[in-house]
C-alpha cells in the first residue's frame, strides 16, 4: 500500500505548509505542543479569544471547514485534502477545538435541513469561527438514551414554546447558538414525537450553568429553558421527525472527533507502519 502524496496532494500539501509557516500564531507554540487532557488551556491568552482569530485568518484564506461547500464558507476540498490539512496544522489545530461540535454536528445538520436563507446567513459565520454552536441533547434522565428526553415544545401560533433541561451540553456557556432536540408529542413512542430547532442562545428564558470540573474546568453545563419562544422556522426536518435529524448530527460527530487527529498522527503512522507480527509487518498483512 502507498501512502505517498500524488503530485496534486504534495502541491496542495506545499501550499498548506508554507501558509501555515506564514500565518500561524508563533507565541502560542510553546503551549500548543504540550500534552494536554481536555480543553486546552493557555496561561497569558484567552484560549477562545485566540481560537477566534486563527479560524477568522483561516477563513480569509480558504483554509477553513476545507470540505464544505464554498457557497457556506468551505473550501470544497476532498477527503485526503481535509487529511492533508490536519497533518500540516499539527497542534495549531487545538484552536479548534471550541469549533468542533458547531463545524462538524451543528453545521451539518443545519446543512441538511436547514432553509436556504438560514444556510446562507448562518454557516459562513460558523465556518469563519464568529459564531460558536453548541449541541443541546443530553438530559438528566435521558443520557446515552437520547429518546427518554423531556424537553417539551408545544407550538402556539407560529412559534413554539420550550420548557426543560439539557445537561452536559459542552460549551454552551460560549455558544452563540445551538441545536436542541425536543419533544412535541408526548403521547408517541419515545423514539417519535421528538422534533429539531435551532436556537439563539441569548434567547429570554435560556439559562446556562457551567458545571465546575475535576480538573478546575468547566467545559459542560446545564442549560435551563422555560418559556423560550422561537418561529417554527428554526425548525429542522419535519414535526416529529426529531429522531432522524438526530441521526446525521451523532454521525456526523462520530466523523469530526474521528479525523480530528491534529496531533500525534506521525507516531501513529509510525507505529503502524513498524508493527510486527509472527509472519511480518501488520501493514502487509492481507488477511
Known amino acids: 500500500m502507498n501512502f505517498d502524496d500524488t503530485p496534486q496532494e504534495a502541491a496542495f500539501r506545499a501550499e498548506a505548509r508554507a501558509w501555515i509557516q506564514a500565518n500561524a500564531p508563533k507565541e502560542l507554540e510553546a503551549e500548543l505542543s504540550q500534552p494536554t487532557v481536555g480543553r486546552i488551556k493557555l496561561k497569558n491568552h484567552d484560549i477562545l479569544e485566540e481560537s477566534k482569530k486563527w479560524q477568522k485568518k483561516k477563513a480569509a484564506a480558504g483554509w477553513a471547514c476545507l470540505h464544505w461547500p464554498k457557497e457556506f464558507g468551505g ?50 459565520p460558523l465556518a469563519s469561527g464568529e ?32 420548557n426543560g433541561q439539557k445537561v452536559w451540553t459542552t460549551g454552551a456557556h460560549f455558544s452563540d447558538y445551538g441545536i436542541v432536540i425536543t419533544r412535541t408529542d408526548p403521547n408517541q413512542p419515545k423514539h417519535k ?39 417554527d422556522s428554526q425548525r429542522l426536518g419535519k414535526v416529529g421527525d426529531g429522531w432522524n435529524v438526530s441521526l446525521t448530527t451523532l454521525m456526523n460527530e462520530r466523523m469530526s472527533i474521528g479525523a480530528r487527529q491534529s496531533t500525534g498522527f506521525p507516531e501513529l503512522f509510525a507505529f503502524c507502519n513498524d508493527l510486527m507480527l509472527e509472519d511480518g509487518l501488520a501493514i502487509d498483512d492481507k488477511n
Open 193 to 231: 414525537g421528538l422534533t429539531m430547532f435551532w436556537l439563539d442562545m441569548k434567547s429570554p428564558g435560556v439559562t446556562v450553568k457551567p458545571i465546575k470540573q475535576a480538573n478546575g474546568q468547566s467545559e459542560f453545563n446545564e442549560v435551563y429553558f422555560v418559556d423560550v419562544k422561537i418561529p
Open 75 to 124: 473550501r470544497g476540498a476532498s477527503p485526503i485534502e481535509r487529511v492533508i490539512w490536519q497533518q500540516e496544522e499539527g497542534f495549531y489545530g487545538k484552536l479548534e477545538g471550541v469549533f468542533l461540535i458547531g463545524q462538524g454536528m451543528c453545521g451539518p445538520t443545519l446543512m441538511a435541513f436547514g432553509s436556504d436563507a438560514n444556510k446562507q446567513k448562518y454557516l459562513p
Open 131 to 162: 459564531h460558536v454552536w453548541c449541541q443541546l441533547f443530553s438530559e438528566p434522565s435521558a443520557g446515552s438514551d437520547v429518546a427518554g428526553l423531556r424537553t417539551r415544545a408545544e407550538k402556539k401560533g407560529d412559534d413554539w414554546i420550550i
